[in-house]
Structure formats: C-alpha cells, structure tokens
C-alpha cells in the first residue's frame, strides 16, 4: 500500500470513529433527559389541584426563560446568526408554548397512561414525515426497525396499564385527551425539528435551545398568570412546581438540545419513548400502581426497540489495492 493511500485511508477511519462517538454523546443526552422527562408524572401527581394548564405553563415556561437566561451571552454575540434561522426559531417557538399545554391536558383528560404514550409515541413518526417532506431524508430500515418495535411496546404497556386500573373517563374526554395527545406530538417533533435544523446552520446548541425555550417560556406567561394561582396555596404544590420547571424542563432539555446537534429529529424523538417507560416503572414503584403481564412484556419490547437504534453497527471493512 502506498504511503498516501495509507494515511487518507486511517484519516478516513478516524474521522468515522470521532462522527460516531460524537453520534454515541448525542444518543445518551437524549436518553439522559427522558430519564429526567419520565419523572414528571410521578412528580405532577403530588398536587392534583394544580391544574395541567398551571403545570404545563409553569413547567416549560419557567425551565424555558432559565433556558434563555443562559444563552443571553451567546445570543449578544451571535445574533445575526439566530436572525438567519428565523423562520425556524419561530415556528419551534410558538410548538414550544403549545407543547406543554396539549400535553398535560391529553394526559388529564385521557389518562396518564393514554396521554403520554399518544403524546410521545407518535412523535418520531411526525418528526420522520417532517424530515422526510422538508429535507428529503428517507427512512433507515434501522430506525423503522426501531421504532415499530417501541411503539407496539408502548400500546402493550398502555393496555397491561388499563388491564389493571379502572377508567373514570368518559367517551368524549377519551377522544379529546386523544385528539390533543396526536397535537402534543405533532408540536414535539416540530419544534426538536427546527432546533435541529438551527444548529445543522451552524447555530450553537446551548444558543438554538435557549433562544426557542425562552421565547416559547415568554409566551406560556399569560397562561401562568391565568391559570397558576393554585401552585402558590401550599409549599408542596409549589414544590412540585419548581421541581418539574428546573430539573426535567430546564436540565432535561439542556441535555436534549446537546443530544440534538449530533442525532436527527426522527432518532431523537424515538429515544425519547425511553420516557413513557420510565414514568410507568416509577408509578409502579412510587405510586404503587399495578401491571399486567402485557405491560412488562411492552416494557421490554421499547427496551428492545431503543436497542435496535442505540447500539452501534459494526464498521464495513474497506477493501484498499495493494499498491502497483
């Protein structure tokens, strides 16, 4: 082998291992803040006087304005840079406020159980079409593979869930929570889309994040204000409160945003099935709630389904002639 060919050829190698090792970073801040993200329904069903409006407005809106806080700095220095993307900003901006709303209100009127699987299960798929549309990126047998796999877990875990808990909802509050379940899942993926296509412009992560959380913490501010009086009338509901807003809003999405400049939007949202699973093991630990056998055996097939996209391919070996 000649020497050139030989240096380009190791160039080449190690430029793959330093794309996939940052890929590896991207997907374990994603799963890091689902951990952090499948908390909060342990954690909002410590004050159930606080309302999902409240919640949701608090919790986003107030980890969002941290978020742009944080990015004051970078934003000073390079503003022309986020104005360039602004079309994005905006559109991930207004899900942003939009999100949490559809969300809590899915997961009141619904159920839990119902609400977040239809809320964070349908999520890659709309990222996928989103990606696919706008950018004309085709779907990877892997991630397909993947994510089949997660959701037929996810609809076995709702039904091991409803198989052992009694269902006070009626029809018409079912197919509302359901209705703004698929919403809540739309804005989701919208907005991980449009952070996404930021820093793929060469938006720094930390700015991206900040700047879409913090105008989208600006908009949920009425909604606080109409709806948040409850959260102050005991220091347990004000707890709660603080809890959700700082550690899965503020940390959870800081560790999303730093996952999101090395992982697609479509990847990303698949990882974040990881959520739902962690919020029924934490009901069944914490709040004591009961699984049938379908729900376990739903609870490893999203384990299976995260696996199929989390671990790394084997490198094809590459064939080089020996030198003439």
Wanted: hydrophobic share 55%; aromatic share 6%.
């Amino acid at each position: 082998m000649a020497t050139g060919d030989s240096d380009a050829h190791h160039k080449d190698r190690s430029g793959l291992f330093k794309v996939k090792a940052i890929t590896q970073r991207g997907i374990i801040w994603v799963l890091a803040a689902s951990v952090l993200w499948g908390t909060t329904g342990t954690a909002a069903a410590q004050a159930p006087d606080v309302g999902p409006l409240a919640i949701g407005a608090a919790a986003m809106g107030i980890g969002g304005l941290l978020q742009g806080v944080l990015a004051t700095g970078d934003l000073c220095r390079h503003r022309a840079e986020v104005a360039g993307q602004w079309r994005a900003l905006a559109l991930s901006s207004l899900t942003v406020a939009l999100y949490p709303l559809a969300f809590y209100s899915s997961m009141r009127l619904a159920g839990v159980a119902v609400g977040t699987v239809i809320s964070i299960g349908s999520a890659p798929v709309a990222a996928a079409i989103i990606e696919r549309l706008v950018d004309g990126r085709p779907f990877s047998r892997r991630w397909m593979l993947g994510t089949s796999l997660a959701m037929t877990g996810l609809l076995a875990l709702t039904a091991g869930h409803l198989a052992t808990s009694a269902s006070g909802t009626s029809h018409a509050d079912s197919v509302l929570g359901s209705a703004l379940g698929l919403f809540a899942g739309f804005t989701y993926a919208t907005y991980s889309w449009g952070a996404a296509r930021m820093m793929r412009a060469g938006v720094q992560s930390r700015l991206a994040m900040g700047t879409i959380f913090g105008i989208g913490g600006l908009l949920l501010l009425p909604v606080l204000l109409v709806s948040g009086a409850s959260i102050l009338q005991s220091g347990r509901n004000f707890a709660v409160v603080s809890y959700m807003a700082l550690v899965p809003m503020f940390i959870g999405y800081l560790l999303f945003g730093r996952g999101l400049a090395s992982v697609t939007a479509s990847v990303a949202t698949t990882l974040s099935l990881l959520e739902p699973a962690v919020a029924t093991l934490l009901a069944v630990l914490v709040l004591h709630e009961r699984l049938a056998l379908s729900g376990w055996l739903g609870l490893v097939a999203v384990f299976a389904g995260l696996l199929v996209i989390t671990v790394p391919q084997r490198s094809s070996r590459v064939r080089v002639s020996p030198a003439k």
